[in-house]
């Protein structure tokens, strides 16, 4: 189980901090990734970023200079960071145990988190 968390509402060229808690299977567990994907109005999915297992980091193409995934193995958790946000970063933000683990667009997604949403406004 997954369970996203986080501020809803950040300030435009603030920062996106969101966590996801991670249960019934240890994030260090061979071999997944834990993957970062959002969803904004209107648009399709769009993978964000993952961190492997191993604790190796994988980061999508659009977004890579401003995004940043980390864990914290002792609470079985891992976070997303997006920097500089603008209202166009206005999305539901999802986690999910992948099982890619590269940076290929194409993912393997098994277990989501329910998203919470995110508004980038003034």
């Known amino acids: 189980q997954l369970q996203e968390s986080g501020p809803g509402l950040v300030e435009p060229s603030q920062m996106i901090s969101l966590t996801c808690t991670v249960s019934g299977g240890s994030i260090t567990t061979c071999c997944y990734s834990w993957s970062w994907i959002r969803q904004a109005p209107g648009e399709g999915l769009e993978w964000l970023g993952a961190?492997?297992?191993?604790?190796?980091?994988y980061y999508g193409p659009s977004l890579k200079s401003r995004t940043y995934i980390s864990r914290d193995t002792s609470k079985n958790q891992f976070s997303l960071q997006l920097s500089s946000v603008t209202p166009e970063d206005t999305a539901v933000y999802y986690c999910?145990?992948?099982?890619?683990?590269?940076?290929?667009?194409?993912?393997?997604?098994?277990?989501w988190g329910q998203g919470t949403q995110v508004t980038v406004s003034s």
């Open positions: 999910a145990r992948d099982l890619r683990l590269d940076d290929s667009d194409y993912r393997e997604y098994e277990y």
């Open positions: 961190i492997t297992n191993d604790g190796s980091t």
